[in-house]
């Protein structure tokens, strides 16, 4: 009771005080984070607007600054742990950097990396930072420990996701291939040949080369298309409806084809054993990233962010 009654006690007191009275209205700034590097936005908005066929909404602009802003947020405290001193992968980028630079210098790997670091070379590096990320990203998922996926888990995934799993029908083919600018007599020779009832490779021997080969297994419309071009598949789809005769002339991008059907496969919807190995596999990923982002918003928390 004397200390607080001497004038260094109430000193002490009145001190304690203004302290937490400051602390209180005039808390430490928060370290700043951002905004984010404006080339490197504008690169990736560029290459999603191209992805799209539009131009980018403020939304989607956002998205992209936020996911900077969660990069360098990871780098920035991958950096403070000292994870970038320690990783090999960085070390050899850095030594092989400053080589690069000046070839002719006789001096031992430990002295570039020095060197390399002194110069701050591992904040310009690009595969540095995208590889400094990652194995933040890593750590922040084994802190998390091993999550247990139950079969009763990828069954609700499984569900959820039905529709995806869709498999289109599928048409195993044979064909054979006139170039546009094949002769009448040539045509004829063929046509006369398919009439004939001639297998798929009798008729091979009076058509052209087709580089791509003649026979298709289990292909959708889709990769048809990406094979023979859009006009094709449309024709396709319209006519290749019986197996096991010929169907055409289908005019394609390279030419014309007449076209023997061996199998329509119908659509259907994978099975879950068919689809357990991927779900198993995207939960991981969605726990994953969920550990993640959470770690971030947290860490967030500490900085002062600008968009």
Do not use: C
């Not at 039905?162 to 289109?168: C, G, I």
């Not at 094949?182 to 009832?197: C, F, H, I, Q, V």
């Not at 009076?206 to 292909?219: I, S």
């Amino acid at each position: 009771m004397r200390f607080f009654r001497s004038i260094w006690g109430q000193f002490v007191i009145i001190g304690l005080g203004l302290f937490l009275i400051d602390r209180s209205f005039f808390p430490e700034p928060k370290p700043i984070i951002g905004p984010p590097n404006a080339e490197r936005v504008a690169l990736q908005a560029d290459a999603l607007s191209q992805l799209q066929g539009a131009d980018l909404n403020e939304s989607q602009l956002v998205a992209i600054k936020e996911r900077e802003i969660r990069d360098e947020l990871l780098f920035i405290e991958a950096l403070d742990r000292g994870f970038i001193e320690q990783d090999q992968v960085v070390q050899r980028r850095l030594i092989r950097n400053m080589r690069f630079m000046d070839p002719e210098r006789d001096v031992d790997d430990q002295t570039l990396l020095t060197e390399a670091f002194e110069l701050r070379l591992h904040l310009a590096d690009e595969v540095i930072r995208r590889r400094t990320v990652q194995v933040m990203e890593t750590l922040i998922v084994a802190s998390r420990g091993n999550t247990a996926i139950t079969e009763a888990d990828m069954q609700v995934e499984y569900e959820a996701q039905r529709a995806s799993f869709q498999v289109p029908v599928r048409y195993s083919f044979k064909h054979v291939f006139l170039r546009n600018d094949a002769t009448d007599e040539k045509r004829s020779r063929l046509l006369k040949r398919l009439g004939g009832g001639a297998t798929p490779e009798q008729a091979r021997e009076v058509g052209d080369v087709f580089l791509a080969g003649y026979h298709f297994q289990e292909r959708s419309l889709v990769e048809i298309s990406r094979q023979f071009g859009d006009d094709f598949a449309y024709g396709f789809a319209s006519q290749a409806e019986s197996l096991g005769q010929w169907v055409g002339p289908i005019q394609s991008i390279f030419g014309s084809h007449w076209v023997w059907v061996d199998d329509i496969a119908e659509s259907r919807v994978k099975n879950f054993a068919e689809v357990a190995q991927d779900l198993r596999r995207n939960i991981r990923r969605d726990l994953d990233d969920q550990a993640i982002q959470g770690w971030v918003d947290s860490t967030l928390q500490r900085y002062e962010v600008r968009l």
